[in-house]
T-cell receptor
Framework: DAKTTQPNSMESNEEEPVHLPCNHSTISGTDYIHWYRQLPSQGPEYVIHGLTSNVNNRMASLAIAEDRKSSTLILHRATLRDAAVYYCILRDVGYGGATNKLIFGTGTLLAVQP | GAVVSQHPSWVICKSGTSVKIECRSLDFQATTMFWYRQFPKQSLMLMATSNEGSKATYEQGVEKDKFLINHASLTLSTLTVTSAHPEDSSFYIC???????????FGNGTRLTVT
């Protein structure tokens, strides 16, 4: 399974943008880049995903490097409710999804200061 | 609203008993569901992939006779922890997706405590 590397922790101030980096140098052509976040004692929550182009949704933006070996999750205005562990995961959709399981890494613990 | 419902949210059982956890996709049919386990301050560990109408695929090191998975319909998968022991105490989380390249939706997890 292709692996991802994320910083263990990051800090941000409320109402400021946050850029969460992720390295995935061994990504394959059929790997989608997924981001999820998890609050304590809850299941993970989907944030965003993409393949090659940058993606935007109501929660965040995903910037994908041209060579796809890294990506950045952008929270445009951090709030206290954004404090969570953020996971960057590759999901292989090759061969019709035969190996499409999600393997979680250690993620980045984001702290948001008021 | 939640698209994957997991039940119960917490359970306490005695050592040696079995516990069943249900995972339902509420507004879509899930051909594939995934079961994870999470210990305190650790990441999620994939236990098995559950496919509707066929046997589950277990990850290396996960005992299939201990963690029985049944995926009898497109909206329901169950995980049964058989003959539970204190070391099985953990946070169990299920997830499902509509298609193989759509996002995964996760249940809110089940906190299992074995005494």
């Amino acid at each position: 399974d292709a692996k991802t590397t994320q910083p263990n922790s990051m800090e941000s101030n409320e109402e400021e943008p946050v850029h969460l980096p992720c390295n995935h140098s061994t990504i394959s052509g059929t790997d989608y880049i997924h981001w999820y976040r998890q609050l304590p004692s809850q299941g993970p929550e989907y944030v965003i995903h993409g393949l090659t182009s940058n993606v935007n949704n109501r929660m965040a933006s995903l910037a994908i490097a041209e060579d796809r070996k890294s990506s950045t999750l952008i929270l445009h205005r951090a709030t206290l409710r954004d404090a969570a562990v953020y996971y960057c995961i590759l999901r292989d959709v090759g061969y019709g999804g035969a190996t499409n399981k999600l393997i979680f890494g250690t993620g980045t613990l984001l702290a948001v200061q008021p | 609203g939640a698209v994957v419902s997991q039940h119960p949210s917490w359970v306490i059982c005695k050592s040696g008993t079995s516990v069943k956890i249900e995972c339902r996709s509420l507004d879509f049919q899930a051909t594939t569901m995934f079961w994870y386990r999470q210990f305190p301050k650790q990441s999620l560990m994939l236990m098995a992939t559950s496919n509707e109408g066929s046997k589950a695929t277990y990850e290396q090191g996960v005992e299939k006779d201990k963690f029985l998975i049944n995926h009898a319909s497109l909206t329901l998968s169950t995980l049964t922890v058989t003959s539970a022991h204190p070391e099985d105490s953990s946070f169990y989380i299920c997830s499902a997706s509509f298609t193989y390249n759509s996002p995964l939706h996760f249940g809110n997890g089940t906190r299992l405590t074995v005494t």
